[in-house]
């Protein structure tokens, strides 16, 4: 990856950047490597800024926006905010195969499987819920915009895999995932209101090559910013 982050938006409060893919959010084998450490390393000299907290999180397979808090109190105030679902989530993904339906909703509670992986259930007890749109690229391949609305770990990565098309890439649900040059789950774009402030932010994916095809660049284009869509009612 390059030697510095991309920043999105430099907030008094918060940070946003672009996380690139395949980039743990912690340190792995390396001292440093992960995208926390990085980050912090890169402020701490760019800024001076030597605070630094995360409120929330993404796949290592996964790009896109997040955010860090600059400071505690901050950090409480996003964390309640993600806890009571009122940060508005948008990704995109591709996937090969073609659905049942083109539109709608994924609900159901979510298990630990193997080997890492969760599964979804057909009871709702305390479901994960996921709205999406799908769009076809090329012949069965199909670009997928969604909006969780709770906060599940993989729960994206899960929903798909359950209705039949599992991400092109994903390294836990997909066979293929060797024949493919990323994991293409994307963090499209972020809406919220933090200090009576409204702030929003979208940011197209960069990379991958069926991210980058003519005809998911056009679609993309169309889907900016995702929350014109015409989602419907929960």
Known sequence: MSANLTVIADQDDFIVIDKPQDVSFHDEEKVGSGLFSQLKQQLRAQAGLNELYPVHRLDKMTSGLIIMAKNQATARAFQQLFAQHQVEKYYLAIADGKPKKKQGLIKGDMVKSRRGMWKLLRSTDNPAISQ???FSIAPKRRLYLLKPHSGKSHQIRVALNSIGVPILGDPLYSDK????????????????????????YCLPPTEGASFNSPAALALITQLSPPWQQPWPAL
Not at 181 to 196: E, K
């Open 177 to 200: 995932h060797t024949c493919s040059d990323r994991g293409y789950l994307h963090a499209f774009a972020l809406a919220f209101t933090l200090h009576n402030k409204r702030y929003q």
């Open 132 to 134: 999406f749109f799908s």
